[in-house]
């Protein structure tokens, strides 16, 4: 072959990689997307969803359907993983994006819980649960698809195009909520608006599959299956054999697990925690996630292609320690960035007013009486604080009184908000040391006949389990803490938390300590082959 039909060629490889990344990154952002706008608008849908009530406890129900898709998320790899290893990795990843972009369009067309009762959060938790059946068998699918198609020595720099997806659609859902609620008032997207990003999301699939069915089959899967060497029965190979299940078991306890909540923590709870520990308004903390996301992306196909040429398990454990060695300052540095308590109060400008009107159920006006008291604040850096102290008077006297209601939202100003960026970014920077070699290193661990079935599992019992459940664990753990301190106080005794609002923390860094020992004492990570 002459020089120049072999540059050609080399030329028609590379691009045609190119193609085949490209192909399935957007189709797995957008499923990323679907999953996670319901996240990023927990706050507003647990009031359209849930009983009114008590904010707190609905917010919690919402974080829960929220986690309730990740936790159906194993059964979705184990469903999906074990169909690619028997008929094929492209088709089986074309059902999973159908299945989640018609779950999503029919999440942003419910009716609220005023109209159809519990109805309505029940046919958001079965959506839900659908969401996460999807996603379960479509990371597996495009890391495999894709790693099975990259060169050894690039396998860690190509398949993180896959794990940027993750965080990507993460960012254009936060973007499309952005533009969503510019467009129109406060009001109204509280309203009407929050369905937008949901109805939106039936164009991006529409797109996605256009692009994906012309794409071929893995080389590895099409060549295993004419030479007819696919697994008749993945599940039993995959976890009834010890010595591969032996395998299944070290991704998840000393990879996955700790990956998982390494991720949640930068991308969930950090969000988490700035609008409801901290108070912050809702357009800016979304604002100021975006940026942070927008500077740490780049950071996972830089690790991941650092993993070709240092090794996969030195990263991700690197990333685990420093984490666990730093969640608790950088987050007692983000609450006391934004806390009142250390800014100087500009007093002439505080305005305190009163309002009081009868309380309505179901739109109709009761006999009880609200009253709500609104305190706003100014501060010598801009800092803006606004407090309502809303209280029910119940009509009969003889009822038991109803505890006061409080809501605090801080604006901040742009110096706040720069640092609390760069606080984030840092947290992004560990779940890019994490998460951006650790496609490759599941591929690598597992034969082309299970695959599939193999890396599917672990990775999302890590992340889906694991990881899932830490906004939920985590805002349990503060609100748990923050009570603890309330009956002491009206007890009259010493506090038992000196900072409540870091208790949530414990979750992550006992989970990802544990699998930094486990991951550093027993997995390997030398095994480069995939055409076993």
């Known amino acids: 072959m002459s020089e120049s039909a072999t540059t050609n060629s080399k030329a028609q490889k590379k691009q045609s990689l190119a193609a085949i990344i490209a192909a399935s990154s957007v189709g797995t952002m957008i499923e990323w997307y679907d999953f996670y706008i319901f996240g990023s608008l927990a706050t507003i849908i647990a009031t ?96 495999t698809y894709v790693a099975e198609h990259s060169p050894a020595d690039k396998r860690g720099f190509w398949t993180s195009w896959i794990q940027i997806t993750a965080t990507a659609g993460l960012f254009v859902s936060l973007i499309v909520i952005q533009l969503t609620q510019n467009s129109m008032s406060k009001e109204a997207f509280a309203e009407w608006g929050w369905r937008v990003p949901f109805l939106v999301s039936i164009i991006m699939v529409y797109v996605s599959v256009l692009i994906r069915k012309n794409m071929h089959e893995s080389p590895l899967f099409a060549k295993a299956k004419a030479e007819g060497k696919t697994s008749t029965n993945p599940l039993k190979e995959s976890f009834g054999n010890r010595y591969n ?80 060695l730093s969640y608790r300052p950088i987050y007692e540095k983000m609450y006391q960035t934004t806390n009142i308590q250390n800014k100087t109060e500009i007093a002439e400008k505080t305005t305190v007013g009163i309002t009081r009107t009868l309380d309505k159920k179901d739109g109709v006006e009761t006999k009880d009486s609200l009253i709500v008291t609104t305190t706003k604040k100014e501060y010598t850096d801009g800092t803006q604080y606004e407090e309502k102290k809303i209280e029910k008077i119940l009509a009969d006297a003889s009822a038991a009184p109803v505890k006061p209601e409080i809501k605090k939202l801080v604006t901040i100003n742009d110096s706040d908000k720069w640092t609390l960026i760069w606080l984030v970014f840092i947290q992004v920077i560990f779940v890019t040391m994490v998460y951006g070699p650790i496609a490759a290193f599941l591929v690598e661990m597992f034969p082309t006949r299970i695959r599939y079935t193999s890396m599917s599992l672990p990775y999302h019992i890590g992340n889906g389990v694991f990881g899932g459940l830490l906004p939920t664990i985590a805002t349990a753990l503060v609100a748990s803490a923050g009570k603890a301190n309330d009956i002491a106080k009206e007890a009259g005794e010493a506090l038992p938390n000196a900072a409540p609002y870091l208790e949530g923390l414990w979750y992550p860094i006992v989970i990802a300590g544990i699998c930094f020992v486990i991951g550093l004492l027993y997995i390997n990570g030398k095994d480069r082959n995939v055409n076993d």
Not at 50 to 62: E, K, Q, R
Not at 89 to 99: C, E, H, S
Not at 103 to 130: D, K, N
């Open 245 to 324: 299940f032996k395998f299944v078991l070290l991704a998840l306890l000393g990879a996955t697990m700790g990956q998982g909540v390494v991720w949640y923590t930068g991308q969930f709870y950090a969000l988490s925690f700035l609008q409801k520990v901290m108070n912050i308004d809702l357009q800016q903390s979304n604002a100021l996630m975006t940026y942070a996301l927008m500077l740490g992306t780049p950071f996972f196909v830089l690790f991941g292609w650092l993993s070709d040429k240092i090794g996969r398990k030195g990263i991700m454990l690197a990333g685990m320690l420093i984490a666990i």
């Open 48 to 143: 359209k969803f849930f009983p009114d009530g008590n904010p707190t406890a609905a917010f919690l129900s919402t974080l829960a359907t929220f986690a309730a898709g990740f936790v159906v998320r194993p059964f979705g790899a184990i469903f999906f993983g074990r169909l690619g290893d028997l008929i094929g990795r492209k088709y089986t990843f074309m059902v999973t994006l159908l299945l989640m972009g018609g779950a999503t369009f029919m999440i942003g067309l419910i009716p609220s819980y005023e109209t159809i009762g519990f109805l309505a959060p029940t046919l958001v938790l079965l959506l839900r649960l659908l969401q996460g059946l999807a996603l379960g068998g479509e990371y597996g699918g495009a890391a």
